[in-house]
């Protein structure tokens, strides 16, 4: 790709890209203090599950709504995190700090390896691919009794880590800084040559390529990041619920959410999986806590395809058009 | 005869009568995904749904499962033309189909598996018919009805496709959309509607695999899983469009599988599957039997 092709960005967007840390890091600051002054674990706890939605989704944004390659197996990757998590912490007794470092590191790898088998061809094997990638990775941890098999491996917590009040609270600003770096992560490439080419593959793959865009180079390091960030939302599960099962870890739950969040919140926008992310595993936690789990999860299911029917461009894509 | 011989002999001949069971279960999607160029994510899961009902109108009228199966193949045809309605109408017209479209058929796979864990619970469901502990011995080789029956309800559905494909105008209709959908309109015969025929087509063969799955095995809501990336890999590898190019490769893969299961332990049959998959889209992406794009 050559200058002359695509221009580089143009010189404010340094002082955009400050301006979201900033603010990011305020919003974060309000949060947490927010959250202190209501004073319960479980405001903790919820908190958690909605950002590690936020970094999946976001994740999945990467690859899926800037190329719009769709990764079926979100679920497949953020085990893969957790279980790496789980055999650090098995072997060498690491906490979740390494754990998240490990995890970014073989969910990428496994991210690249899939992309390229299955990237030089068209768009739908690699979805195909990833969701069976996510059924067998499932059977080799369900045969690995070094992680405890089918019957799941349990995580002896620390009480507490000192500046904090509760492990709880802990593991939600672990969270919420993960947060905070994916959505600036997904930030950055938008507004990066990364991220004009991938925009470029999605709208025409061989355009691209004939104007001389790196198209397999690019869907490489995007499905690389893009997998790395799946793990990393995956890593502190272990240590934020304890224990972790194969069914748990490889729950297609995270799958479908991973596609519904930046969907109907709008993909190829960094602020639509966050918009998505929020508003919908608010909605399931509210739901879960009010009526069946399985029932909120159809609900969640018919959002999908109700919302990508009738708002092929979600809910920003649509603000945007009135 | 030596064990190890009759050991493989057996492998070989249940894994032929397995890849009959997963000829089923392509054959509708080479009609889908291969013809009409529509992932349908949601085909095993659909596949699935067949089985559950053929269980719950089975048990209720005390009627043979794979009957069952035959019979409810026209409400899944309906069934098929009316979420086809709703791709063509949403997607496949507004050219969404990529992304949009892919997160549909998720959405519908998804909506299909926790409705039926609602419905029936999360626990196995099973309908054995007598036949279904019969095994016929042929010498060393074990010949079980369980797998014979479904597999010989298989070829013939699939034998009565592949007439009505070769034999009747919509038949060729629906080969020739596949190829040009341009051309047909051309002819006088409206492309949309030759699709949503095959597509209803292919979602009925969907019902009568599930019929034929229920009395191989119990099923539970999510036991679709595992053949997704199955039905896939076999679709494929047998070329995308080509109904017998799947069920070389359904019998081949029934085969691979099997023996895999019987020397090395059955966990390990599903990572066979993807295995396959993956070798074949890195090595040979038009398929074993296809041909060079």
Not at chain 1, 109 to 138: E, H, K, P, W
Not at chain 2, 61 to 75: E, F, I, T
Request: a neutral charge; charged letters at 10%; hydrophobic letters at 55%.
């Amino acid at each position: 790709m050559s200058a002359t092709t695509l221009p580089a960005p143009a010189m404010p967007t340094a002082r955009l890209h400050l301006s979201y840390w900033l603010g990011a890091g305020a919003l974060a600051v309000a949060l947490i203090l927010l959250l202190r002054l209501i004073g319960n674990e479980y405001g903790w706890y919820a908190g958690y599950f909605v950002l590690q939605y936020v970094v999946l989704a976001a994740a999945w944004n990467i690859l899926g709504g800037y190329a719009g390659y769709v990764n079926f197996g979100a679920a497949g990757f953020m085990a893969t995190g957790s279980y790496t998590t789980i055999v650090l912490y098995e072997a060498l007794g690491l906490g979740v700090i390494p754990g998240i470092l490990g995890a970014a590191v073989v969910a990428g790898l496994l991210g690249l390896g899939t992309g390229y088998l299955t990237l030089r061809l068209r768009g739908v094997y690699f979805s195909i691919a990833t969701l069976s990638l996510s059924v067998v990775l499932q059977t080799i941890v369900v045969n690995w009794d070094y992680v405890g098999g089918s019957r799941g491996a349990y995580i002896i917590r620390p009480m507490e880590v000192p500046p904090f009040a509760s492990y709880g609270e802990y593991i939600f600003v672990v969270m919420l800084v993960l947060a905070v770096i994916a959505v600036g992560i997904g930030r950055t490439v938008e507004f990066s040559r990364l991220g004009r080419g991938l925009q470029a593959i999605r709208d025409n793959e061989r355009a691209a390529e004939a104007v001389g865009v790196p198209t397999l180079r690019l869907k490489l390091i995007a499905t690389t990041l893009s997998g790395a960030l799946m793990g990393v939302a995956g890593a502190p599960l272990p240590f934020y619920a304890g224990y972790l099962n194969p069914e748990g870890a490889f729950n297609l739950a995270y799958a479908v959410n991973a596609i519904a969040m930046p969907l109907i919140g709008g993909a190829g926008t960094w602020l639509g999986p966050v918009i998505g992310a929020v508003l919908l595993a608010t909605l399931q936690q509210a739901a879960t806590v009010t009526i069946s789990s399985a029932l909120n999860l159809w609900i969640v299911g018919w959002m999908l395809v109700i919302f990508v029917a009738l708002f092929p461009r979600g809910i920003l894509g649509w603000f945007r058009r009135r | 005869m030596d064990p190890t011989v009759s050991l493989l002999l057996n492998g070989i001949v249940s894994g032929l009568l397995l890849g009959g069971l997963y000829a089923a279960a392509a054959s509708g999607l080479a009609v889908s995904f291969g013809m009409l160029d529509i992932v349908n994510i949601a085909h095993p899961a659909l596949m699935v749904a067949g089985g559950f009902a053929v269980i719950l109108i089975g048990t209720a009228l005390g009627l043979d499962p794979l009957l069952v199966a035959v019979l409810q193949a026209p409400v899944f045809y309906l069934l098929g033309t009316g979420i086809y309605r709703a791709y063509n109408h949403f997607f496949e017209r507004r050219g969404d189909e990529a992304l949009q479209g892919l997160a549909f058929f998720f959405g519908v796979m998804f909506i299909i598996e926790v409705g039926l864990v609602m419905l029936f619970g999360p626990e196995q469901r099973f309908l054995d018919p007598d036949y279904a502990f019969v095994t016929w011995r042929l010498g060393e080789i074990d010949v079980p009805l369980r797998m014979l029956a479904p597999a010989l309800l298989a070829m013939a559905a699939i034998g009565a496709l592949w007439l009505f494909l070769t034999r009747s105008f919509t038949g060729l209709a629906i080969a020739a959309v596949a190829q040009d959908p341009e051309a047909l309109r051309l002819m006088a015969v409206d492309p949309v509607r030759i699709k949503r025929m095959a597509f209803g087509i292919s979602v009925a063969l969907a019902a009568v695999a599930g019929g034929a799955l229920v009395v191989v095995q119990p099923i539970d809501p999510s036991s679709h899983h595992v053949f997704i990336g199955r039905v896939f890999a076999i679709c494929i590898m047998g070329g995308m469009a080509s109904l017998s190019g799947a069920v070389m490769a359904a019998f081949l893969f029934g085969v691979v599988e099997n023996v895999t299961a019987t020397f090395y332990g059955p966990s390990w049959s599903p990572a066979v599957a993807f295995g396959w998959l993956l070798l074949v889209l890195a090595v040979r992406p038009q398929g074993l039997f296809g041909r060079a794009a």
